[in-house]
């Protein structure tokens, strides 16, 4: 019996002592247009499937107010390499938006602020490493 309640007493101990530290991250979005639409910020923990919506680990669509800035915080984030990228949906379409040779209309962005040249970033080229909470600032481009 005296086995018994030590077990009992020590499982919540062992339980709290393996659970995975949880971070905070806040994403700081700015060169927005004012008042249009919202932003979508996805959050990729992998390089197989980077900037495919299907893949994203953790996702989130913020209205834009009045400020050409932006912030939001994920919260109880596992340490880890991730990668964000940010677009905004000026039209409230659902969609990132395009001309006809596939160059965005609505402004984007991803973390490490990495400017494309002629192909989209890397999960390499935009990761970052979170061990603790974190700020993160991006500056959306328009062409």
Same mark, same amino acid.
């Given at each position: 019996?005296?086995? *018994?309640?030590?077990?009992?007493? #020590? /499982?919540?101990?062992?339980?709290?002592?393996?659970? /995975?530290?949880?971070?905070?991250?806040?994403?700081?979005?700015? =060169?927005?247009?004012? +008042?249009? +639409?919202? $932003?979508?910020?996805?959050?990729?923990?992998?390089?197989?499937?980077?900037?495919?919506?299907?893949? $994203?680990?953790? +996702?989130?669509?913020?209205? $834009?107010? #009045? !400020?050409?800035?932006?912030?939001?915080? *994920?919260?109880?984030?596992? !340490?880890?390499?991730? /990668? $964000?990228?940010?677009?905004?949906?000026?039209? #409230?379409?659902?969609?990132?938006? @395009?001309?006809?040779?596939?160059? &965005?209309?609505?402004?984007?962005? *991803?973390?490490?602020?990495? %400017?494309? %040249?002629?192909? &989209?970033?890397? *999960?390499?080229?935009?990761?970052? @490493?979170?061990?603790?909470?974190?700020?993160? =600032?991006?500056?959306?481009?328009?062409?």
């Amino acid at each position: 019996m005296n086995i *018994f309640k030590k077990l009992i007493f #020590s /499982a919540p101990i062992l339980i709290a002592g393996t659970a /995975a530290a949880q971070h905070s991250l806040t994403v700081n979005i700015s =060169n927005l247009k004012a +008042g249009k +639409g919202k $932003v979508e910020i996805g959050i990729y923990n992998k390089a197989e499937g980077f900037l495919k919506p299907d893949k $994203v680990y953790i +996702g989130e669509k913020v209205k $834009v107010g #009045s !400020a050409s800035t932006l912030s939001y915080t *994920f919260r109880d984030l596992p !340490a880890g390499n991730y /990668a $964000v990228a940010v677009y905004q949906d000026e039209n #409230s379409n659902g969609k990132a938006d @395009t001309n006809m040779i596939g160059i &965005p209309k609505e402004g984007f962005g *991803f973390s490490n602020n990495v %400017k494309p %040249k002629l192909s &989209p970033p890397t *999960f390499t080229q935009t990761k970052f @490493t979170l061990i603790q909470d974190k700020s993160i =600032n991006i500056t959306l481009l328009n062409y």
